[in-house]
Structure formats: C-alpha cells, structure tokens
C-alpha cells in the first residue's frame, strides 16, 4: 500500500517537471519568433512644406476724415454710406469765404486800373522830360508809384489764390471710393481745423495679414500663392509682402496676402481666418508620419539593420510635406524604417520584413 503511495506522487512530479519544461520550451520559442513588420526607406527629397498661421483681414485703404478748416458743416455722410473716389464726404458753410473772395477780385481790379493809369502818366512825362525840368521830378515819383501799384496787384492775386485754397477745403473729398463706417460730428456743429469728422474704410481692396514665427523668415517669398480658410470657405490668395521686422515679444514677422477680387462677397475687414504660407523648397531626409514614434524622451523612429533588427534612433521633427514628414537624426537616405507598428518595436527586437514600401 505504501509502494503505490510513493509510486503516484513519483508520478505526479515527473508530469509537474515535463508541463514546466514544456512551457519553458513554449516561451523561449515565442522570444525567438520575429515579429512581422512594414518598412519603407528613408529618402533625401526637396521639401516644399506649408506653414500654418492664424490672421486678419484688413482693408487696404483705411482713413480718419479730418477738417481742413475751421467753420460750420453742412453736411457730413452717415456710417453705413458708400462714397466714391472724389465725391463728398462733408461739406462746410463758406459763405463767407466767398464774400471775402469777391472783396479781393474788387481790391485786385482796382489795383490794376490804378496801375495803367500810372503807367500812361508815366508815360506822357517821359515824353515831355527834355523840355521842362520839373517833370524829371515827377516823372520819377510817378514810376514809384506805378511800381507800388504793380505790387498792389500781385498781393490781390496772392490773397485771392489763398482765399480759394480755403474754399476747396469747404468740400471734403473721399480720397478713395469705401463705406463710412463712423460719424463722430454731425451737420450743424461749429468744429476746428483738423478735428476728426469720420472714418472711412475701402471694403472692396482686402487683404489678410498673419504672423509667422521669425525662423521661416529666410525661407519667405512674395508672389507665392497661399490659401485662407474660413470654415469650410477657401480661398486663393498670393503673398504680397514680407515684412522682415520681427516682434520682440512674439518673435514673428507679418506677412501680407492679398485676396481675390470676388472675396469681399464671402469676407469682411476684421474676421479672423487660417492660412497656409508655403516654405521656399528645402533638400531633407523625409519618412512616412506613421514611422515617427512619440515618446515622453523625444521622437524616435526604428531602423531596421542587416540582422533584422530593431535600432531605435532619436530624431528632430522639421515640416512636414503631405503624408511625409522631414527628419534630423543619425540617419541616411536608404535607411529602412519601420512604418506599421513601429510604436510597438523595442530595441534590438528581432523583426520580420513582410512588406516594403
């Protein structure tokens, strides 16, 4: 009875130590088993990537309507009023500015008559100045004064262009065709030279201005065409300056994209859109973004070497170009990357290549 006792435990630790060799056997193979990967190789290609940046639109033409004189308005355009280039914008009471001008054409006209009167008795002494003494006297305050008078003119015609300088100021002019978008005086209200009267903006000429970090400043061109986003709006557009003074604050620089004629449809100054600026081409090691992997210790991307092995290799993201994306790191163009699955590699894990791209 004892003998088949010790007989079934022997038993049951000979099956014990057989299912742990067989599972040990079991593990080691899965550790030696190669995980099936997708790689691509990593090239050296002329990136033109795009550069995201929020903006404003902006009229081209904004201006405050000031007085050029001193007096009553009569007439001053309300907000919501489209003015043409040249057509009025206020309109001051001049009456007497012109009063005053018709005095001085009176004044002027004096003084030119007075001024031939003197001449033709200049005249007639000259004609007598050999026969009789006194008038070489006379001849000579005679020409004094015609000459005053000839000053007399010249000083009406000057007082006469001055006073019609002012009365072209009595009528204040668009100096571009826009909307009044604010009246800050009203008709009847005596104002000084150089008030503010109105504001003006062109709501037809508009364009957007973004701000870009100051390290694509070198990489910049004018006469680009760039897109505007307004929801689901897009819009082309064309760069059409590059103003290279950056922000001290934000280290940006302004770029300005003029619009579409049609845009003031779909657009108005003031609303706020998104932009894509492209970048002048640059040669760079690009990857697929799926082989990119993103840890808390940087990026890394998986080099598969010629054991089929995995070598994590750390890397600085640039732009990005479409479904590639440019990379700096110990890498060279050939290299073959894992693209599928990646995340899940460590390294020095063995690897099988099932696909290539």
């Known amino acids: 009875m004892i003998a088949t006792k010790n007989t079934e435990r022997a038993l049951k630790l000979l099956f014990a130590l057989?299912?742990?060799?067989?599972?040990?056997?079991?593990?080691?193979?899965?550790?030696?088993?190669?995980t099936p990967i997708t790689v691509t190789e990593v090239t050296s290609t002329s990136v033109a990537p795009t550069v995201p940046a929020a903006g404003t639109v902006f009229s081209r033409n904004e201006t405050q309507i000031t007085a050029g004189m001193a007096g009553r308005?009569?007439?001053?355009?309300?907000?919501?009023d489209f003015v043409e280039a040249g057509t009025s914008v206020a309109?001051?009471?001049?009456?007497?500015?012109?009063?005053?001008?018709?005095?001085?054409?009176?004044?002027?006209?004096?003084?030119?008559?007075?001024?031939?009167?003197l001449a033709r008795e200049v005249g007639r002494l000259e004609s007598v100045r050999d026969t009789n003494a006194i008038a070489e006297i006379q001849l000579d305050r005679t020409a004094a004064d015609r000459d005053l008078a000839g000053s007399d003119i010249q000083i009406a015609q000057?007082?006469?262009?001055?006073?019609?300088?002012?009365?072209?100021r009595c009528n204040v002019r668009a100096p571009f065709s826009g909307v009044v978008t604010q009246r800050l005086r009203n008709a009847g209200e005596d104002v000084e030279r150089s008030t503010i009267l109105a504001a003006m903006t062109d709501t037809e000429n508009l364009e957007v201005r973004?701000?870009?970090?100051?390290?694509?400043?070198?990489?910049?061109?004018?006469?680009?065409?760039a897109?505007?986003?307004?929801?689901?709006?897009?819009?082309?557009?064309?760069?059409?300056?590059?103003?290279?003074?950056?922000?001290?604050?934000?280290?940006?620089?302004?770029?300005?994209?003029?619009?579409?004629?049609?845009?003031?449809?779909?657009?108005?100054?003031?609303?706020?859109?998104?932009?894509?600026?492209?970048?002048?081409?640059?040669?760079?090691?690009?990857?697929?973004?799926?082989?990119?992997?993103?840890r808390e210790d940087g990026a890394f991307v998986m080099r598969i070497n010629n054991d089929a092995k995995v070598e994590r290799v750390a890397v600085e993201v640039r732009e990005a170009s479409g479904d590639y994306i440019a990379v700096r790191g110990e890498l060279k163009s050939g290299d073959r990357v894992a693209v599928r699955g990646a995340e899940a590699l460590d390294d020095g894990e063995l690897v099988a290549v099932q696909t290539e791209t």
């Open 73 to 80: 308005l009569e007439y001053l355009a309300e907000p919501g």
């Open 227 to 294: 897109e505007v986003r307004l929801n689901e709006l897009h819009l082309e557009a064309r760069i059409r300056k590059v103003i290279p003074a950056a922000n001290s604050q934000s280290q940006t620089f302004e770029v300005r994209l003029e619009l579409p004629a049609d845009a003031p449809r779909v657009v108005a100054a003031g609303q706020l859109v998104s932009v894509s600026l492209p970048l002048s081409p640059n040669v760079a090691l690009t990857v697929p973004r799926d082989s990119v992997v993103l």
């Open 210 to 225: 973004a701000s870009v970090p100051i390290r694509y400043l070198p990489r910049m061109r004018a006469g680009e065409a």
């Open 158 to 168: 000057i007082a006469i262009r001055e006073t019609d300088s002012q009365l072209s």
């Open 18 to 34: 057989l299912l742990g060799l067989s599972v040990s056997e079991g593990y080691a193979q899965d550790d030696n088993e190669a």
């Open 91 to 117: 309109v001051f009471d001049c009456e007497m500015l012109d009063l005053q001008r018709e005095r001085q054409l009176a004044e002027a006209e004096r003084a030119t008559i007075n001024f031939e009167t």
